[in-house]
């Protein structure tokens, strides 16, 4: 069954460093997404990307993130320079139409120090 | 936007139990999906169901759009079962997320 999947499983960071998350969506799926989730508390939605452009994205998506599809396959979310506070795990999501079933990816724990 | 309810915010059973978990939702959705959290932080997806009833396996989930809730029934519950149940909802482009149900299954 095809499925996202994102690397690194688990990186760990000093603060101010950049830091890239990479997804490899469903193949054949058109919006992309990135989520994350402090520790104990809700999902929140990031970005959302389709037809290689941001389509909406949260307060939360600053100068400090951005999000590329460099190669047809891979959806990349940068954080330039990280803080303490962007220490969660970072989700991608894609779905083949815009209000269809959403499918995750196994997250990216990103652990700032 | 969305408003998204979970109940109960934990529940604690014994391993063999039903449970009953709600998601409440505040304007009509195109979407409404339940996931399982488990304890390294992994979402499955459970039930994709913006209305009616689906079942697989021990789980099964009812979505009545028009009272705008949900609910995910987990039978003969085992300790494989333990973690975090979310339901998430949009009406437009992202999914609005509730807080989660943590369940825990006692041996």
């Known amino acids: 069954e095809p499925e996202v999947t994102q690397t690194p499983s688990h990186q760990v960071t000093q603060m101010g460093q950049e830091v890239i998350l990479r997804c490899v969506p469903i193949s054949n799926h058109l919006y992309f997404y990135w989520y994350r989730q402090i520790l104990g508390q809700k999902v929140e939605f990031l970005v959302s990307f389709y037809n290689n452009e941001i389509s909406e994205k949260s307060e939360i998506f600053d100068d400090q993130f951005s999000v590329e599809r460099p190669d047809g396959s891979n959806f990349t979310l940068k954080i330039r320079s990280t803080k303490l506070e962007d220490s969660a795990m970072y989700f991608c999501a894609s779905r083949q139409q815009w209000a269809g079933e959403l499918f995750f990816g196994e997250g990216s724990r990103l652990t700032v120090l | 936007g969305i408003q998204v309810e979970q109940s109960p915010p934990d529940l604690i059973l014994q391993e063999g139990a039903n449970s009953t978990l709600r998601c409440n939702f505040s304007d009509s959705v195109n979407n409404l999906q339940w996931f399982h959290q488990n304890p390294w932080g992994q979402l499955i997806n459970l039930f994709y169901?913006?209305?009616?009833?689906k079942q697989n396996g021990r789980l099964s989930a009812t979505t009545v759009a028009t009272e705008r809730y949900s609910l995910l029934y987990i039978s003969s519950s085992q300790t494989t079962d333990s973690g975090v149940y979310f339901c998430a909802a949009n009406s437009n482009y992202q999914l609005i997320w509730g807080a989660g149900t943590k369940l825990i299954i006692k041996p």
């Open positions: 169901i913006p209305s009616g009833t």
